[in-house]
């Protein structure tokens, strides 16, 4: 994405987060019906968010033990 | 902090807290300089502490939040908290706790694709054994492709997941509202969680 295309990203993402979860999708191919890589890349942006999970923090926390006890 | 007598010549700063302190300030102010003075000092105490707590705590880990507050509080122990120092100094400890954690790793694998080992104990086995998990590579990777459309986000979770820092605190680095950081966190991070999950479709 550029740096466009990502700011319209995420205005649409936020915007969608103010719907019900099961409208936001569809809300999203109607927001940008120009640019399906944006919604795409949306729509996977509201399907992380609503998937529970603290890996990144996990995975850096487990690295962090590795270098100190390296 | 810690018991009495531990590692001792290990633990001494020679630093003067108030080089930083104003270090920190002159940096704010928009000293470049300032930054690159600071950096190795910031960077020799995480070494420090990593090796300090190794020897007397094996195994024994703090995680980011923990250890950038614990190399400012030996680096600055300032009496009057200056909010704004220090959550420019947690960002610099969070860039160097990034670089740190991606060079160590790359380490640990060109030493596993390297062959040549020394003869391991059973103890040492088993830590080569569990790999260094490539998904901080692949996080670097992804924060990279993010400065590329966005660095002030790609900053905020820098800070956010490699120190540890609070909305707050990233809030006084980027001179914007708690509010928008939390925002900005939650879209950059589902972002890069997609870009984890496919990185050629995000």
């Given at each position: 994405?550029?740096?466009?295309?990502?700011?319209?990203?995420?205005?649409?993402f936020?915007?969608?987060?103010?719907?019900?979860?099961?409208?936001?999708?569809?809300?999203?191919?109607?927001?940008?019906?120009?640019?399906?890589?944006?919604?795409?890349a949306?729509?996977?942006?509201?399907?992380?968010?609503?998937?529970p999970?603290?890996?990144?923090?996990?995975?850096?926390?487990s690295?962090?033990?590795?270098?100190?006890?390296? | 902090?810690?018991?009495?007598?531990l590692?001792?010549?290990?633990?001494?700063?020679?630093?003067?807290?108030?080089?930083?302190?104003?270090?920190?300030?002159?940096?704010?102010?928009?000293?470049?300089?300032a930054?690159?003075?600071?950096?190795?000092?910031?960077?020799?105490?995480?070494?420090?502490?990593?090796?300090?707590?190794?020897a007397?705590?094996?195994?024994?880990?703090?995680n980011?939040?923990?250890?950038v507050?614990?190399?400012?509080?030996?680096?600055?122990?300032?009496?009057?908290?200056?909010?704004?120092?220090?959550?420019?100094f947690?960002y610099?400890?969070?860039?160097?706790?990034?670089q740190?954690?991606?060079?160590?790793?790359?380490?640990?694998?060109?030493?596993?694709?390297?062959?040549?080992?020394?003869?391991?104990?059973l103890?040492d086995?088993l830590?080569?054994?569990?790999?260094?998990?490539?998904?901080?590579?692949?996080i670097?990777?992804?924060?990279?492709?993010?400065?590329?459309?966005?660095?002030?986000?790609?900053?905020?979770?820098?800070?956010?997941?490699?120190?540890?820092?609070?909305?707050?605190?990233?809030?006084?680095?980027?001179?914007?509202?708690p509010?928008?950081?939390?925002?900005d966190?939650?879209?950059?991070?589902?972002?890069?969680?997609?870009?984890?999950?496919?990185?050629?479709?995000?």
């Amino acid at each position: 994405m550029t740096s466009q295309q990502w700011h319209t990203a995420e205005n649409l993402f936020h915007s969608a987060l103010e719907l019900p979860p099961a409208d936001r999708a569809s809300w999203v191919e109607e927001a940008c019906p120009g640019d399906p890589a944006v919604a795409t890349a949306v729509i996977r942006m509201l399907e992380a968010d609503a998937s529970p999970g603290d890996e990144i923090r996990q995975v850096i926390r487990s690295a962090v033990k590795q270098w100190m006890t390296a | 902090m810690y018991g009495a007598g531990l590692c001792d010549s290990a633990m001494v700063t020679q630093v003067d807290p108030n080089q930083v302190t104003l270090l920190l300030r002159q940096w704010r102010a928009g000293d470049a300089s300032a930054l690159e003075a600071l950096t190795p000092l910031v960077y020799s105490e995480l070494r420090i502490i990593a090796r300090s707590r190794l020897a007397h705590e094996r195994r024994l880990a703090l995680n980011p939040t923990e250890l950038v507050h614990e190399v400012f509080l030996r680096l600055v122990r300032q009496d009057q908290p200056d909010w704004a120092n220090r959550a420019h100094f947690y960002y610099i400890a969070a860039r160097l706790m990034r670089q740190i954690l991606v060079d160590f790793i790359r380490e640990t694998h060109a030493q596993k694709r390297g062959g040549e080992l020394p003869a391991l104990s059973l103890d040492d086995a088993l830590q080569v054994a569990q790999p260094c998990d490539p998904s901080v590579l692949n996080i670097h990777e992804a924060l990279n492709a993010l400065a590329e459309m966005d660095p002030r986000k790609a900053r905020v979770l820098e800070m956010r997941f490699f120190g540890g820092l609070t909305a707050e605190e990233i809030a006084q680095v980027e001179n914007m509202s708690p509010v928008t950081v939390t925002r900005d966190v939650r879209a950059a991070t589902a972002w890069l969680r997609a870009w984890l999950t496919s990185p050629e479709r995000s």
